[in-house]
């Protein structure tokens, strides 16, 4: 699960939800959206914790902080529902994101199609690598090209993009995240190995595949020596 690195209190400043109902509302959403999609115009709070891996007990607080949408004996009305966490998370408006770093992680981000479905428009590639500047990726369906990092101060000004990605190097990872933010970006989302020096009111989330894959192999070691004990003890 991506880390938060961001300098901020506990509370989601602007809609007054805890941090960590925030971080479960796109399961929620996800869930509702699957729904939706087989036709469910109806949904209990232990349908929808069970197909979002959480307590329902859990869910009716996170969802408590949205307002009361439920009606006890019946359920929530699941179209209304995903449109609540849809309007919570900012999913009812376009959000411009410039990606820096266009290597093969940076690549495979651009091209992924949940952006474009989930309200995200890909409005600049930046890189600084002369063998990547001026190729073209498929981006939503269009062809974007892979502009020189020194031209970002433009498109942002052009684009108003206030979402960065940042898929470097980790040595690069700080100057580019002070450049964003310097022409505008208060968002990032982080995927090189390093924590990064943010002001405050600037949001960052951290995906570090290494670390996770770490967790999983701890969670591994575990499993085996309680398989070696048992064994052992028959």
Known sequence: MPLSESPKASYHVRAGIPDAT????????????????????????????????????????????????????????????????????????????????????????????????????????????????GETVVVGGADVTVADLATLPKVMQSTGASIGVIATPEGAAQSVCDLLVRHGVTSILNFAPVLLDVPQGVDVRRVDLATELQILAFHEQRKAEVALGSSNVG
């Open 22 to 133: 925030v971080t479960r509302l796109p399961m929620y959403h996800r869930a509702l959206v699957a729904m939706a999609a087989r036709g469910t115009e109806l949904v209990s709070s232990e349908e929808l914790a069970t197909a979002s891996g959480v307590t329902s007990a859990k869910l009716r607080k996170d969802l408590s902080f949205l307002g009361s949408y439920g009606t006890r004996g019946v359920g929530y009305d699941a179209n209304f529902l995903l449109y609540q966490i849809a309007r919570a998370l900012g999913l009812t408006q376009e959000w411009c994101v410039v990606i820096v770093g266009v290597g093969n992680l940076g690549h495979a981000l651009a091209g992924y199609p949940g952006f474009a479905s989930r309200g995200f428009h890909v409005v600049g590639l930046f890189d600084t690598d002369p063998n990547r500047i």
